[in-house]
C-alpha cells in the first residue's frame, strides 16, 4: 500500500506542468492625423516590421487615427506615450516628475544623450 501510495505521489510530481508565459508590458501610442507607420517606427526608434509583428497589423496600408499601437523595444514601459511640445520654464527635471516615467525610461523613450536637450520648443515624449 505504501509503495503505491508513493508511486503515485512520484507520478504526479513527474508530470509536465505547462509553463505561462510571463506577460511583458509595451507602452501604447494612439495614431494622429498624419502619422504613418514608418513615421512612427522613426519617432521611437524602432522598425515598422517590429510594429506590424507585434501588433498584428493585417494592412500596413491603412492605418486609421486612433488606433492604439504598442511599441516594440521598450518593453517594460507601460501607459500611453504623447509627443509634447516643452514649454518656456520647463525643464528635464520637471518633466520627469510630472510623468509617470523613471528618469532612465524618460530618457531612453527620447533617446537623450544630455538633458540638455530638454528645452522650450523642443518635441519631446512622455506620459499622459
Known amino acids: 500500500m505504501l ?3 508513493s508511486l503515485c505521489i512520484l507520478l504526479m510530481l513527474m508530470v509536465a506542468t505547462p509553463v505561462t508565459a510571463q506577460s511583458i508590458s509595451y507602452p501604447v501610442y494612439t495614431v ?12 521611437f526608434g524602432t522598425s515598422t516590421a517590429d510594429l506590424i509583428d507585434l501588433n498584428n497589423i493585417a494592412d500596413p496600408n491603412f492605418l486609421s487615427e486612433g ?7 521598450l518593453e517594460g514601459i507601460s501607459g500611453y506615450l504623447v509627443q509634447k511640445s516643452v514649454s518656456l520654464g520647463e525643464s528635464f527635471s520637471t518633466i520627469v516628475k510630472s510623468s509617470s516615467l523613471s528618469e532612465a525610461d524618460f530618457v531612453r523613450i527620447n533617446r537623450l544623450t544630455s538633458p540638455n536637450e530638454v528645452f522650450a520648443g523642443a518635441t519631446i515624449i512622455t506620459t499622459k
Do not use: N
Request: without cysteine; charged residues 20%.
Open 3 to 5: 509503495k503505491r501510495l
Open 32 to 43: 494622429q492625423s498624419g502619422d504613418t507607420l514608418s513615421s512612427i517606427a522613426a519617432l
Open 67 to 73: 488606433t492604439e499601437l504598442l511599441i516594440p523595444g
